[in-house]
């Protein structure tokens, strides 16, 4: 199975700040990988998709990049509502694996 | 709007079955694969298993495969989940999800259902 490595596992961040959270994949992936916010009790939410084409809805804060093994989330000016946990997900095959989870706290 | 409603879970000994569901609307559930996810307790997100649109492919996290059978009913618009010789790592909550027709990205996922297998 592909292992998919996120770091840094947590972060701490101030309103208005950039964030980058990484994901290597332990296999070339192309660009099939998504990223998901997920808040205390809630379902995930799907953010990016391809690696860097972002869902419907999702505020343009949000972007993502990356292909092959190496890839990134980055949010720019932090609003207080994107402090959660952010996984990755490879949807290249099977069985399907996520990261380990980041978990963005309020500086 | 696109709705995905998990029901089915609840409490069971180790040893035991239990079998979840996932009603669909909103969307020609009929064709879509669907997945189910799930997460224990203040753990992350763990992959169980998938259902092409038409039944037909099935895959499943090696750790689930035997154990668990991921089915669907069309007619019903309904997604299934039958969960057989649960142990106490089993315990947590699971998710269903669509696969999104133009990426293979899931949205969106239901609320989750909680099974907790305990003695």
């Known amino acids: 199975a592909i292992q998919l490595t996120q770091s840094p596992t947590s972060l701490s961040a101030s309103v208005g700040a950039r964030v980058t959270i990484t994901c290597r994949a332990s296999?070339?992936?192309?660009?099939?990988l998504g990223w998901y916010q997920q808040k205390p009790g809630k379902a995930p939410k799907l953010l990016i998709y391809?690696?860097?084409s972002l869902q419907s809805g999702v505020p343009s804060r949000f972007s993502g990049s990356g292909s092959g093994t190496d890839f990134t989330l980055t949010i720019s000016n932090l609003q207080p509502e994107d402090f959660a946990t952010y996984y990755c997900?490879?949807?290249?095959?099977?069985?399907?694996?996520f990261g380990q989870g980041t978990k963005l706290e309020i500086k | 709007q696109v709705q995905l409603v998990e029901s089915g879970g609840g409490e069971v000994q180790p040893g035991r079955s239990l079998r979840l569901s996932c009603a669909a609307s909103?969307?020609?559930?009929?064709?879509?694969?669907m997945h189910w996810v799930r997460q224990a307790p203040g753990q992350g997100l763990e992959w169980v298993a998938v259902?092409?649109?038409?039944?037909?492919?099935?895959y499943y996290a090696d750790s689930m495969e035997g154990r668990f059978t991921i089915s669907r009913d069309n007619s019903k618009n309904t997604l299934y989940l039958q969960m057989n010789s649960l142990v106490i790592e089993d315990t947590a909550v699971y998710y269903c999800?669509?696969?999104?027709?133009?990426?293979?990205?899931?949205?969106?996922w239901g609320q989750g259902t909680l099974v907790t297998v305990s003695s």
């Open positions: 909103g969307f020609t559930f009929s064709t879509y694969p």
């Open positions: 391809g690696a860097s």
């Open positions: 999800a669509r696969e999104v027709v133009y990426s293979s990205a899931f949205d969106p």
């Open positions: 296999q070339g992936i192309t660009n099939d």
């Open positions: 997900l490879q949807d290249y095959n099977y069985p399907r694996t």
């Open positions: 259902i092409s649109y038409d039944g037909s492919k099935k």
